[in-house]
């Protein structure tokens, strides 16, 4: 598989061209990016063959099997739907759309088209997270409480993240994880009760705290930000009649992480091995192109996900990205 990536992105190296490395079947190989000399010195940094002078010639290119979609958020849904108008499978950066209406839109042309529409929820592809599962299905009773975090600090405020026009916000870089994971670990899918937001600008987040519940009854809350009091927590515990779980940097494994589980009051401790979580994700999404595996990420899962962000920002009172900001 052949693929290209739009814009020279920091993520880039990290997600995709270190993981391809690993990974016989992908080739990365071009790169376009709107300022050209930042594109060739990418290029050539990474040894990426070919250098397009636009997007679109990226996503027309008739050698390009796959397009990888790091753009700033509100450009996500315009770019993979091109990528899929010109025949092209895509792996997307999370959070997949600007909202849930746009994750529609872009689940729709991807089932027409047959084509794989993948959103980059790396975390889902390594192994801690299916231990994890496991220990929440066979050995916590009843799930009564989900809570989860992704808190790291961005006291850079002209950083894009925060840019409302861009798809920015604290609960869009870092709750869609924190709503993500709440999702995978909890007993279904969640309504929201009550969101919380401490603004950088008018209608942006640079925290976010939200109450959810469960179809089940049990109760569940994310913490996001990018710049609050809690400078740094990347963690998610899940109580149940018998026990409690809980993971200590499940975004990112590979460099460090920690399972702690209490069962009837015995307490352990548990270690998953594994590779770095991008190179899993590079290999589900080949896997998806080249046999047809389902992923773990497909669109469905997109729209479910940016629907509990949508809520989120409604309880918040906060504009939904990609709508305008009232006057």
């Known amino acids: 598989m052949r693929i290209g990536t739009l814009g020279a992105a920091r993520i880039t190296p990290s997600a995709l061209i270190k993981p391809a490395r690993s990974v016989d079947t992908v080739e990365v190989a071009a790169v376009a990016a709107r300022d050209r000399p930042r594109a060739e010195a990418f290029a050539a940094k990474h040894g990426i063959p070919v250098v397009h002078d636009s997007y679109e010639a990226l996503v027309t290119d008739p050698s390009i099997d796959a397009v990888y979609n790091p753009l700033p958020n509100a450009l996500h ?3 993979t739907l091109r990528a899929l108008q010109a025949g092209k499978h895509v792996l997307c950066e999370k959070p997949f ?13 991807a089932e027409k088209s047959g084509l794989v529409a993948m959103e980059a ?10 231990r994890a599962l496991e220990i929440v299905r066979t050995e916590l009773g009843e799930i009564r409480h989900v809570e989860t975090w992704m808190c790291f600090p961005l006291p850079r405020f002209s950083d894009i993240r925060y840019s409302l026009e861009l798809g920015g916000g604290a609960l869009m870089d870092a709750g ?3 709503v993500h994971c709440l999702r995978t670990l909890g007993p279904g899918e969640p309504s929201v009760v009550s969101a919380s937001a401490l603004l950088q600008s008018p209608g942006v987040d640079r925290a976010m705290t939200a109450d959810l519940r469960f179809p089940t009854g049990a109760t569940g809350r994310i913490n996001a930000s990018m710049w609050s009091g809690r400078l740094l ?5 899940v109580q149940g009649t018998r026990g ?18 209490t069962v009837d009051g015995l307490r352990r401790r548990e270690r998953v091995p594994g590779e770095a979580t991008y190179t899993y994700q590079l290999r589900a999404f080949a896997a998806a192109v080249d046999n047809g595996t389902p992923p773990l990420t497909p669109p469905e899962d997109s729209i479910a996900n940016m ?6 920002y ?12 009232p006057a």
């Open 307 to 312: 629907t509990v962000i949508d809520d989120i």
């Open 314 to 325: 409604r309880k918040a009172g906060l504009p939904l990205r990609g709508t305008p900001y």
């Open 233 to 237: 927590k990347i963690a998610a515990r």
């Open 176 to 178: 869609c994880y924190a």
């Open 77 to 79: 849904a315009e770019w």
């Open 121 to 130: 929820f790396h975390y889902r592809y390594h192994p801690l997270v299916e």
């Open 97 to 109: 759309t600007s909202n849930a209406d746009e994750a529609r839109t872009v689940a729709e042309a």
């Open 244 to 261: 409690t779980l809980h993971i200590t940097n499940y975004a990112a494994p590979q460099y460090f992480h920690r399972v702690t589980v």
